[in-house]
């Protein structure tokens, strides 16, 4: 795999047409002024843990003697409790939050941006062909760059779409993302036995 073809794959697992209703709602109880702010923050924050991952992935993940499969079923679980805010609105928006509180990390950074699959396929990649590290952090970088300018032109949606558009849109989208959180819950079970009946 050439250095393109990895971030235009990286590209497609971060999804971020996908997330961007997602991005929206947790948003939008946050002062204008500052959701460029905390955006960019969580976009650096993701981009740090995928570059961590990408090059020292293995080695945490054995020093804390947890399985790929274990950050899937994780990711899956967190994506499919946000699924749910989504669908049914509670105070506090997909995250919980007060009025005003600003997210941290979660759900942004993780698993939104740095998610179970894209981690997966930095550990891939890295493994593969630990020569070529320099190609893969070109590639992430190149992947991560054109998702945060269409997350950071989300407000362009926003005033495109209103309120009632984005509210049906997060109906939308909420549905999907339960749909995939149990694939990626599914996907670590299925890993999980896989990896059992090979070391059985």
Request: without cysteine; aromatic residues 8%; charged residues 10%.
């Amino acid at each position: 795999m050439d250095t393109l073809s990895a971030a235009v794959t990286l590209f497609l697992i971060m999804d971020p047409l996908g997330n961007l209703p997602i991005f929206l709602s947790v948003l939008k109880n946050i002062e204008p002024k500052r959701r460029r702010v905390v955006l960019i923050r969580e976009l650096v924050i993701s981009l740090v843990i995928m570059m961590l991952f990408l090059f020292a992935g293995s080695s945490i993940l054995d020093f804390l003697q947890l399985t790929q499969e274990s950050v899937s079923i994780a990711g899956g679980i967190i994506l499919f409790l946000i699924a749910l805010k989504m669908i049914f609105p509670q105070p506090g928006g997909v995250t919980g939050l007060a009025v005003g509180e600003e997210p941290f990390i979660v759900p942004l950074a993780i698993p939104l941006i740095a998610g179970p699959s894209i981690l997966a396929a930095l550990l891939l990649l890295a493994h593969q062909d630990p020569s070529r590290m320099v190609d893969w952090s070109l590639a992430l970088v190149g992947a991560w760059t054109v998702s945060s300018l269409i997350l950071l032109f989300s407000g362009l949606f926003h005033r495109m779409l209103g309120e009632r558009g984005l509210t049906a849109m997060e109906r939308l989208m909420g549905m999907l993302l339960v749909m995939i959180s149990v694939q990626m819950f599914l996907d670590g079970i299925f890993a999980y036995f896989a990896h059992m009946d090979a070391a059985g």
